[in-house]
């Protein structure tokens, strides 16, 4: 299998983590504050507007569905040191190429599990984590299995205290898929919020959408002023927006779930 850890052209010990023509993260391992791709910069945002940013003496713990090169949890190890992390990635090959040639940090308390999303969470006990992240892909594709209610059932089942799911998925325009993910994951929590650029909410273009769902009410003014300042800003929908944009999208099941769609010419960048 040829390499798929590649150093970056441009910045000296930064490295792209690609799939055929799919580049799924890109790494500098002496600055994992800074996050390139956009949704990654929103991933990060969100987990500071509910439990980075939140003061706790209870040692955080995060579950990553997808590592390709661990950006966000290399993030979250900078910015909050001490949090447990596990990283559910089934590529073990993959795994061992990241290692080598961007090693993580030591005692930075990620630990890595070869076993896909799925597996991973249905072996977590009940009220194990305050955060579970969705960013899986097989080549450009989100796995069917990832998104249905009986996974997100055991999802709700092993979270804790906030009680944070977020999954970064890709759509276009009217979002039929997506919208069934989301309201599965609005039957499951408490609050929803659902942010994606403005050209690809008017569906001008293919592109990332973020679906968190929470437990109790997220800052949504601070998320959008937040937002607003990035490079690239996402469009937030939250409460009666939110379900208004779902409409009446019934949750995907085990028995017709299918993969995110393909994006054009098969070629997507993730983070």
Partial sequence: MPDRVLPDDTIAGAFHVRFGPTSQSWVDPERPDFLAFEYVQ???????HTVLGVPSEQRLR?????????????WVAWRRPGTAQIVCEPDRELTEEVRRK???PARSGIKVRDVDGRVGVTAMPESYADVVILDAFAGARVPAELVTGEFLDDVARVG???RVFIANVTDVAPFHWSKRLAAGVA???????????VAVHKGKRFGNLLVAGTASAPDVAGIRRESAALPYGYRWLAGREAMQWIGGATAWSDADTRPSPEPPGGKMWFG
């Fill in 62 to 74: 995060i579950v990553h569905i997808g590592g390709a090169g661990m950006s966000v949890p290399r």
């Fill in 42 to 48: 929103h991933i990060a945002m969100l987990l500071d």
């Fill in 160 to 162: 804790r205290g906030a």
């Fill in 187 to 197: 039957e499951r929590w408490r609050h929803v919020v659902v942010g994606a650029e």
């Fill in 102 to 104: 961007i090693p993580l």
